[in-house]
């Protein structure tokens, strides 16, 4: 054998056994120490609810003798569930709604005049991915809130952002912010989210400041083919009286019926349900 020969089987050698020198240091490396820089690892990369399950994950890995792509798998998916959940709270938190209410919660028996098709269609969320309003009209605590939240909710445990609002808070605080030239902070509040509920649209007049925020809320959203869900006891015809500017009062409605679902709920009270009787005359 050449001289080239024997260096070159030298240096092989010597290289794998570096090589077995190395694993064996490896598997020979405390277990322990291993577990804790996997921690400040994960603590490092901000993947804090998987240092909270990493010890119960390991024992599992052993015991079921995962492999370390199934053990990678299962840490990633219990950080991806942990921040699924912190950022849905804090989508409900931003939203401000008042409670929390669910399309299965509303009985549909007690106001059959509720378009159940319609409102099958609706839970689907079609109408956000199409920027389609929903109007919900009917006299107070025919349930319209109540749809009007829950179907919100649904919305923001799909992804989407929500924000709730009555119409005269919208009025007063998106009025005073225009006043103010504060036009970032309507934008911020109202036109930004993917989904805005204006609840009670009619309980109170508007005075001419609150009528102009209504409108540039309204119009911005549509231009930016975002939906509104807008709930109100008061018939669409009578919205120029509820404005007190009839020519707004029609462009508000322009923009939020083209493509729009209306619900029209003709039932009773939710509220005075327990108490018909008083009011009839027969209790």
């Not at 120490?33 to 804090?48: A, E, S």
């Not at 119960?56 to 370390?68: I, K």
């Not at 102009?212 to 119009?219: L, S, T």
Request: charged content about 25%; glycine content about 6%.
């Amino acid at each position: 054998m050449t001289k080239v020969g024997l260096r070159r089987d030298y240096d092989l050698t010597r290289r794998l056994t570096r090589a077995q020198t190395l694993s064996l240091r490896v598997r020979q490396e405390p277990v322990d120490d291993v577990v804790t820089q996997i921690r400040n690892d994960l603590t490092y990369l901000r993947l804090h609810h998987a240092v909270e399950v990493i010890d119960d994950l390991l024992t599992d890995a052993r015991r079921r003798r995962w492999t370390p792509a199934k053990l990678l798998a299962e840490v990633l998916a219990a950080e991806a569930i942990a921040t699924s959940d912190r950022r849905l709270q804090l989508r409900l938190k931003f939203a401000k709604f008042p409670v929390y209410r669910t399309l299965e919660d509303f009985d549909l028996d007690f106001q059959p005049s509720v378009d159940r098709e319609l409102l099958t269609h609706v839970a689907t969320l079609e109408f956000v991915e199409q920027g389609r309003s929903l109007l919900f009209l009917g006299q107070p605590g025919c349930g319209k809130t109540h749809l009007a939240i829950a179907i919100a909710i649904r919305a923001v445990e799909a992804g989407y952002s929500a924000y709730f609002t009555n119409a005269a808070q919208l009025a007063v605080h998106a009025g005073l912010c225009l006043a103010n030239d504060e036009t970032s902070r309507v934008e911020k509040t109202y036109a930004n989210p993917r989904v805005l509920v204006v609840d009670d649209v009619g309980l109170t007049p508007f005075d001419r400041a609150g009528v102009n925020a209504m409108f540039h809320v309204i119009n911005r959203r549509y231009e930016l083919g975002l939906p509104t869900i807008v709930t109100t006891n008061r018939s669409l015809t009578a919205w120029p009286e509820v404005f007190g500017e009839p020519l707004i009062a029609a462009a508000i409605l322009d923009r939020l019926l083209h493509g729009a679902h209306v619900f029209n709920i003709k039932g009773p009270s939710w509220r005075l349900k327990e108490h018909a009787g008083l009011l009839t005359g027969t209790g």
